[in-house]
């Protein structure tokens, strides 16, 4: 069955540091697709980057990079010098063919809350 | 360009009253889907909509959830009777479909069931 881990549940670093945010993705899909989703304190969720599953090139996106490694069925999210407004809640979410109607569908990880402090 | 528009924002209510969502999503966006999100929790899916045709709706409790979305454009998820149980926030999202297009997400409606 398809599934979405994010093991880390809250992360706190100080302005300047870089962090990575851990994802690990399960599907039996050969076709699939990875979203990585920005949620403020607003609570709207925020489209960040879509990868899919035959491009393991790593993307840059000035202070953001994304690491696609099928062999360890991950896909990492770097922040490069971390800011205060990088402070927020980051799902990671799994889009797969499936069967049926589920087709498209999102699965969503738990999310992980980056604190940034001053 | 109009992002998607949930309303109302907030919406506090009693237990086993009834209470409506509504949606309107980005223009020209075919696929419609309502997520609930609990707190601490990533959103999941409830119903799924290509145009006016739920094409998936596995996910809602269909004793008391109940959505339409008419003439393929705005919809409406309803609850009724509401449990206490229900209180979360409900996320509107729209795309182009598929599994390869990235989903829009509303700002959600908060609620709370007293």
């Known amino acids: 069955a398809q599934k979405v881990t994010q093991a880390q549940t809250e992360i706190s670093v100080v302005e300047k540091e870089d962090v990575t945010l851990d994802c690990v993705y399960e599907?039996?899909?050969?076709?699939?697709?990875l979203f990585w989703y920005k949620q403020p304190p607003s609570g709207e969720l925020v489209f960040l980057i879509r990868?899919?599953?035959?491009?393991?090139q790593n993307e840059i996106s000035g202070r953001y990079s994304w690491n696609f490694q099928k062999s360890t069925s991950s896909f990492n999210f770097t922040i490069t010098a971390s800011q205060v407004v990088d402070s927020a809640v980051y799902f990671c979410?799994?889009?797969?063919?499936?069967?049926?109607?589920?087709?498209?569908?999102?699965?969503f990880g738990k999310g992980t809350k980056l604190s940034v402090k001053p | 360009e109009a992002g998607v528009v949930q309303s109302p924002r907030y919406k506090i209510i009693e237990k086993k009253q009834p209470v409506a969502f509504w949606c309107n999503p980005i223009?020209?966006?075919?696929?419609l889907y309502w997520y609930l999100q609990n707190l601490g929790q990533g959103p999941e899916l409830l119903i799924r909509?290509?145009?006016?045709?739920?094409?998936?709706d596995s996910q809602l409790p269909k004793d008391r959830f109940s959505a339409e979305r008419l003439k393929g454009v705005d919809s409406t998820l309803k609850i009724q009777p509401a449990e206490l149980g229900d209180s979360a926030v409900y996320l509107c999202a729209s795309s182009f479909g598929g599994i390869s297009y990235e989903q829009y997400f509303g700002p959600g409606t908060r609620l709370t069931v007293t």
């Open positions: 599907t039996r899909d050969t076709t699939y697709y």
């Open positions: 223009s020209g966006h075919n696929t």
């Open positions: 979410a799994l889009s797969e063919y499936g069967y049926g109607g589920s087709q498209g569908n999102l699965i």
């Open positions: 909509y290509e145009n006016e045709e739920a094409v998936d």
């Open positions: 990868r899919n599953s035959f491009d393991e």
